[in-house]
């Protein structure tokens, strides 16, 4: 059976995962920190081995590595195979390794042997990376919402989304709520290189013709950060800035928060203790630990506020339109903000292309007589 194997670009490479499998053969720490989404890890060597390997070919060539390479991965290539064949049924699966080298090439003819037409991503995870990263950098219409901690801002673009809206939930694929905060009750968040790959994912199955809406986030969303020049357009696209009352936020914030064990509140007042300066942090912690958290929550968003509302001072002129609200309903807020980002951009500022204004003008209507 001549091998035959067939590599394809990163574009043609992700647009085939509707009809295959998708196979990583990098070690399991590799595909831990960051991977093409959908992909299943079959790793040629485990970490252990890929750093005797790697270490082997540093102090004495390939070819004693390559041999060694033999030797540790030869015992397992029967379940490896087998593993590969019980995902790939129509028997043609995608695979890639780091750079399209050595590990793809290996791991091809394994299951090219066993009845499998492998397909291989020229240039590899690197490669895909190169191909993201240039594609979040392009330019796209984004409408930015924000508005002060505790606004329902993500109940609010999950009520856009189920209008018609786009909608990019930029806390959810970081698993974290952006503030001192935000870790409580979520995931592990993911590394800043998968989060950019997630971030692709979700992006290229919009629309280039409408505008996507994103949450106002500031450049890391806990140990995340984003990709600079996605971050770069989220700085120049148009905001609409819900402001309420702490009053009006406050039943929000408890029934988010305050059902947390008391310590992990604790210290997430202590991670911003240096902002709230310490005799502010001590009135926060004594009223929680009396359980009185509306008056740590009102301490911590003083701080939020005034920093939140000083961001949004810096950020040029037209480029910020301002919601007022008395409500939390999260439908009358859409409704606000939606009609707010509708007359901004048909107010002759050129933040957003032509069809996506129209389209931001429909949702805006679609939302006005569903209230009425």
Known sequence: ???????LDPEEFLARRAEMPLVDVRSPSEYAYGHIPGAVNIPLFDDSQR???GTLFKKE???????RGIELSAPYMPAKLRQALSLAPERELLLYCWRGGMRSEAM???????GIKPMLLTGGYKAYRNHILTSLAARRDYVILGGLTGSGKTGILNHLGNAGAQVTDLERLASHRGSAFGA?????????EHFANMLYEDLSGKRDVEAIWLEDESRNIGTVFMPDSFFEQMQKAPVVALMMSIETRMPRLLEEYASFPLEQIVASVMRISKRLGGDRTREAIEALQKGDFSTAIRITLEYYDKSYRYGLSR????????VETDTDDVAVNASKVAAAA???VSGGHSFLS????TRLKTLSDRLTCAGR
């Open 354 to 357: 032509d069809e996506a204004s």
């Open 315 to 322: 950020r040029p002129e037209g480029q910020v339109v301002y």
């Open 61 to 67: 060539g390939s070819t004693p590595a390559v041999i």
């Open 342 to 344: 509708a007359e901004m």
């Open 184 to 192: 409580l009750g979520q995931p592990p968040q993911p590394s800043s």
């Open 1 to 7: 059976m001549a091998l035959n194997i067939t590599g």
């Open 51 to 53: 750093a005797e390997v």
């Open 108 to 114: 091809a003819w394994l299951f090219h042997t066993g």
